[in-house]
């Protein structure tokens, strides 16, 4: 059984129980990570927890653990987890704290519930197109909120959107906002690969910061083998593009050759994604 760690204590997962009046169970009032660990090595750790300390300094939840602090608890944590398997991912939860009532408005002196708890991942994907899975995805356009470059644990608009690729029969959906411009996938940033460049979103409130992302476009850049550019994607240009990928901790880089029922380019895995896959996989531990 997996050992959750909260407000201190180490615990079964089961027995591990907060307040209703918790305000990350009645707003969805927090912030969360998810970090995966293979054979022991974590992927982005640091800026993983960076990320969530931004996160909650945007949002004004003082929580008192510093970078190495959280470092020493994941990986205790992650420990205490080994009977989970070889490759485990950890989920952190720290949403404001439990009041004594339900006000919009934030309380004073509550403390931050702090909820991390371990389970089970799968192997990475395979650095070869002849093996890897390729994914279907739908395209819809963005209606969640304009602040998502915070990793809030209000994931409605999210999950909603996701649920549109799931019962389509999909693996993902991908966002345009009104304009018609690409942001990212309900659960991943995204990609596209066009005449050997791959290209990918700018950085700012519509777009969570990907951990992921950010190891694939230091890796490529400091290979060097590959030209990477950051900028305005339109939806004509996904439509037309070479190769389309969509990126998390969970997928890794994953290649998507369908889109909306037709193919991305030439409707195989690309020769672009299995370099560059080859590339972040070599790099991915440093960070």
């Known amino acids: 059984m997996s050992i959750a760690y909260l407000n201190g204590v180490y615990q079964p997962l089961a027995e591990a129980r907060i307040s209703p009046l918790d305000r990350g169970f009645l707003f969805g009032d927090g912030i969360y990570e998810v970090i995966p660990y293979y054979a022991g090595r974590s992927v982005g750790l640091t800026p993983h927890i960076e990320r969530m300390i931004n996160g909650l300094a945007a949002i004004e939840i003082a929580c008192k653990l510093s970078v190495s602090e959280w470092v020493e608890l994941l990986d205790d944590l992650v420990a205490r987890n080994s009977d989970q398997g070889k490759n485990i991912g950890v989920y952190v939860h720290v949403s404001r704290g439990t009041d004594v009532k339900r006000y919009h408005a934030y309380p004073d002196n509550v403390e931050p519930t702090i909820f991390a708890f371990a389970f089970p991942i799968k192997e990475p994907e395979p650095v070869d ?96 083998s590959i030209e990477v550019e950051e900028r305005i994607v339109t939806m004509d240009e996904v439509l037309n593009a ?8 969970s997928k890794e880089i994953a290649p998507v050759t369908q889109l909306d029922g037709k193919p991305v380019g030439s409707g195989e895995i690309g020769d672009v994604w299995e370099k560059a896959f080859k590339i972040y996989s070599e790099r991915k531990f440093d960070f």
């Open 129 to 224: 197109r002849a093996q890897a899975k390729p994914l279907s995805l739908v395209s819809t356009e963005d209606l969640r909120w304009q602040r998502c470059h915070i990793k809030s644990t209000a994931l409605l608009g999210n999950v909603m959107h996701y649920q549109q690729g799931y019962a389509a029969g999909c693996d993902e959906a991908l966002l345009f906002n009104a304009k018609g411009e690409l942001t990212e996938g309900s659960s991943s940033n995204a990609f596209i690969v066009k005449d050997g460049k791959v290209i990918t979103p700018i950085q700012d409130n519509q777009i969570l910061p990907g951990i992921t992302r950010r190891i694939i476009l230091d890796s490529l850049r400091a290979d060097g």
């Open 242 to 249: 070479d190769e389309l990928w969509v990126t998390s901790s």
